[in-house]
DNA sequence: AAGTTTATTGACTCGTCAATCAACAAAAAA
DNA sequence: TTTTTTGTTGATTGACGAGTCAATAAACTT
């Protein structure tokens, strides 16, 4: 009973998949059989659409950083203001889609992989640009010359509640988070604009 | 020319060979074999030692964390004003000592390990707990009603700044983290004191 | 109708690795 | 001196997992 055209269809159910198995796991040990499985296929396949292991973790790695991307686009698009596209940025980093239990563990590996695989590195390295120039770019307009430093400890911050967020048991408190870089980013423009 | 007493410097051995196989891998990927081999015997004493791979990550773990907990209760101790304790926490965790690319290399893997060993995460909650009440005796007589939540923040971006540290190529840049935490605690602490 | 491309899997290979064990050696205790 | 404790390793076991392959079948092409 094979159909055609389904190449893209399994590539997407083994990436879901993938992600799942890592949120599970907790970390990159994760057999291609239990991935496979999850996706409702055999190993033999999913070897067959990706070649390999690490090709099947590159695609879902790419896949949470361009939901990622498509979110922030799609909120700075609406947003007018510097003031508003800097929150756009905060939110979409700690919306309901990403900011969950296993798109955190995913990304938390993805740093680990990033440190053994080029292309993840590269990946992640990316990822890393285009949030600080569109930190930045917020920034400038409202924050003078402070803008890059802070732009520099937004990234960080951001990172640094979604690597606590993974040792917590509970769901992950977005909002907390929210406001917790908001007060930071209120607290540096309160000042004087230098 | 089996000498007596070997024990203590045996395991000290291999958790210091952990460190820096966990460092060169970028990943919790290192075979007791490696392990051993650095530290200079068979894989046969490494469990006849430890009894298991998992108990020479968690030793290696404590390892890390009480130089870092050594570190900070020194810098404790001749501070003694609050700002000058908050400035030792800053200081302690970016010291040469600590802010390398060895240690935080294993920092992070410990954070995936305490996603599965229950004894990891229960290391990891202990050093968060301690670093929060640490920074909150600090801050309660400067920061009034922001200490918790400035606590919370700091603690976020120690983690954040380690977690970018791990991407980066060359030297972590100790100093720049520094001055990133400073300059973070400046401006939330220049406003009114509410 | 014959041939080609796409989908799919069970079975297999080959390597790796944690853990165990039997055996040997030296010091300490008896 | 015999026995026990401590240190040490090479060799082996047993499990598991990534990747390959041959075989089967449905759909599309000519």
Redesign the pocket.
């Known amino acids: 009973?094979?159909?055609?055209?389904?190449?893209p269809i399994?590539k997407e159910a083994l990436v879901k998949a993938t992600i799942v198995e890592i949120g599970r796991a907790g970390s990159l040990d994760v057999?291609?059989?239990q991935i496979a499985r999850r996706a409702g296929?055999?190993?033999?396949?999913a070897?067959?659409y990706f070649g390999?292991?690490?090709a099947i973790f590159l695609a879902a790695m790419r896949h949470i950083l361009s939901i990622y991307g498509a979110e922030v686009r799609g909120a700075l698009a609406v947003a007018k203001t510097p003031e508003a596209r800097l929150d756009a940025i905060i939110l979409a980093s700690f919306s309901a889609a990403n900011f969950r239990r296993e798109v955190i563990s995913a990304w938390l590996n993805f740093y680990v992989l990033a440190r053994t695989v080029p292309g993840a590195q590269q990946l992640l390295s990316v990822y890393q640009r285009r949030l600080h120039s569109n930190l930045l770019a917020a920034l400038r307009p409202i924050a003078g010359a402070k803008a890059v430093p802070l732009a520099h400890a937004m990234g960080a911050l951001i990172d640094g509640v979604y690597l606590r967020a993974v040792l917590r048991d509970g769901p992950p408190d977005g909002q907390a988070a929210i406001e917790m870089l908001r007060r930071y980013v209120a607290a540096e423009l309160e000042g004087r604009p230098e």
Do not use: I, N, W, Y
Request: aromatic letters at 0%; zero cysteines.
């Open positions: 009973m094979p159909k055609l055209g389904m190449q399994r057999t291609v059989a296929m055999s190993t033999a396949l070897h067959h390999g292991k690490e």
